[in-house]
């Protein structure tokens, strides 16, 4: 491969942040212009990627081999954790098996009067309603698990390959 196109881990970094970000402000603008609210799911799937985008540009910016390394296997990392939280959203969005935690609607002992208000007040949309279909075929949850798994798969691909 020639050497202006050889993938160093300093832009394999650059490369992650930059796909993150993008990513992220993907999902803000599906949020914001499309008024999409996203479910606790939802955010927790942004997590990782912000997860991703810091160890991409820690990695760019850091002058240590091993360090680069290590902060690329963790981005590579943070992507399939997010693929298996987007996947996991799947399942609940199919009814395979059932929400956790406020995507399932879970609501403490409370008396009559602060059940009605929270009812009233009630604004997080449930993990298991698919607001947004791309083509009507495709949830959000199921493009970003296959994005996300991508993204990790290339991540410790590439840093591996890197690595011989």
């Known amino acids: 491969m020639p050497e202006q196109f050889r993938l160093t881990d300093r832009s394999l970094g650059v490369a992650i942040a930059v796909v993150s970000l993008v990513t992220l402000v993907f999902a803000l603008g599906m949020e914001r212009l499309l008024d999409l609210p996203p479910c606790s799911l939802c955010v927790n799937q942004r997590w990782t990627y912000v997860a991703a985008l810091l160890f991409g540009a820690a990695a760019a910016a850091t002058g240590g081999t091993g360090v680069r390394v290590l902060l690329l296997g963790l981005a590579g990392a943070a992507f399939l954790i997010g693929a298996a939280i987007a996947a996991f959203h799947v399942g609940v969005e199919h009814g395979w098996w059932s929400a956790i935690g406020t995507c399932a609607g879970d609501i403490p002992e409370l008396d009559i009067t602060q059940l009605q208000e929270r009812l009233q007040n009630l604004q997080e949309p449930r993990?298991?309603?698919?607001?947004?279909?791309?083509?009507?075929?495709?949830?959000?949850?199921?493009?970003?698990?296959?994005?996300?798994?991508?993204?990790?798969?290339?991540?410790?691909t590439a840093l591996s390959r890197m690595r011989r």
């Not at 083509?135 to 798969?153: C, H, M, T, Y």
């Open 127 to 156: 993990c298991d309603e698919v607001l947004w279909r791309l083509f009507g075929l495709f949830s959000l949850a199921e493009i970003n698990a296959v994005a996300s798994l991508g993204f990790g798969v290339a991540t410790l």
